[in-house]
Nanobody, 119 residues
Framework: QVQVVESGGGLVQAGGSLRLSCAAS????????MGWYRQAPGKEREFVAR????????SYADSVKGRFTISKDNDKNMVYLQMNNLKPEDTATYYC????????????WGQGTQVTVSS
C-alpha cells in the first residue's frame, strides 16, 4: 500500500505564489512517475504537471506552462509544485498522483489540498 499526502495549499492573491508538496510512502513503493492534477468546483479533474522519476522529464498543461514548475526529491520520494503568478482560474483542489512500479503501475491519489486565488 502507498500513502500519498499533499500539503502547502492556501489562500493567495492573484499574482502571488504557493509551493505544494507531496510525500509518497510505502514499504514497496518505487515511483515511476508522480504528478499533479486539479479539480475546480463543477469541473472535471484535469492534468497539471508530471515528472518522470528516473530521467526527470517533465510535462505541463498549457494553462500553467511558464508559471508552474514541478520538481522532485529522490531521497524523500517527494514531489513539489512551485506555482507563480497565480490567477483566480487556478483556484481548485490540487491532487498528487503517484505511480508505483512495484505495484504493476498502479496509481495512488492523495486527498488533495485546496488552493484559492483571490482577484
Amino acid at each position: 500500500q502507498v500513502q500519498v499526502v499533499e500539503s502547502g495549499g492556501g489562500l493567495v492573491q492573484a499574482g502571488g505564489s504557493l509551493r505544494l508538496s507531496c510525500a509518497a510512502s510505502g514499504r514497496t513503493f518505487r515511483p515511476g512517475h508522480m504528478g499533479w492534477y486539479r479539480q475546480a468546483p463543477g469541473k472535471e479533474r484535469e492534468f497539471v504537471a508530471r515528472i518522470n522519476w528516473r530521467v526527470g522529464d517533465t510535462s505541463y498543461a498549457d494553462s500553467v506552462k511558464g508559471r508552474f514548475t514541478i520538481s522532485k526529491d529522490n531521497d524523500k520520494n517527494m514531489v513539489y509544485l512551485q506555482m507563480n503568478n497565480l490567477k483566480p482560474e487556478d483556484t481548485a483542489t490540487y491532487y498528487c498522483k503517484a505511480m508505483n512500479l512495484v505495484d504493476q503501475g498502479f496509481e495512488y491519489w492523495g486527498q488533495g489540498t485546496q488552493v484559492t486565488v483571490s482577484s
